[in-house]
């Protein structure tokens, strides 16, 4: 499997010298939404051998533990997918008894992804959409429009899956 990926602009400003430099930024693969807990539930299901419903009902129960922990101050550990965090904030006090309960509040619920999770991600291949696809063809080199003509990559020409 390979990552797709578009290639976009950004300028930096630094000590006033503009500089243009182009990156590397990741396609979604669907508007919104991703991959829900019911695709989840089914691949899980084809692969260890459990009904769809049984592993759709481990998930909520993840999600609704996970929550419980979580409110209680804990952090959680998931061997394989990584580390759910709560970080809290208050407005800055001049005594420490000032920072009240009241004052208190979640900024925000991280994850850090487990260490062999993220090794396997990187090992991950990429492959770039067509610049056709994106760039009007006046930006593009007659190398580029060569190329991705002789791959079937313009758009228009492209081969169905």
């Not at 959409?129 to 002789?150: C, D």
Request: net charge positive.
């Amino acid at each position: 499997m390979s990552i797709p990926y578009l290639v976009r602009k950004k300028v930096s400003v630094i000590g006033g010298n503009k500089k243009v430099r182009w990156y590397a930024v990741q396609k979604k693969l669907q508007e919104r939404g991703g991959k829900t807990e019911e695709d989840v539930a089914r691949i899980v299901a084809e692969r260890a051998g459990f009904r769809e419903g049984e592993v759709q009902g481990i998930l909520t129960d993840v999600s609704l533990v996970l929550g419980e922990l979580l409110a209680e101050g804990y952090s959680v550990n998931l061997k394989g997918i990584g580390t759910f965090q709560v970080a809290l904030t208050s407005p800055g006090a001049e005594r420490p008894e000032d920072v009240t309960p009241a004052t208190v509040e979640v900024s925000r619920i991280y994850f850090i992804a487990d260490r062999w999770l993220t090794r396997q991600i990187r090992k991950m291949k990429f492959i770039r959409i067509p610049l056709s696809s994106y760039f009007p063809k006046s930006m593009l080199s007659k190398e580029v429009i060569k190329e991705e003509k002789a791959q079937g990559d313009l758009p228009g020409e492209r081969l169905e899956d």
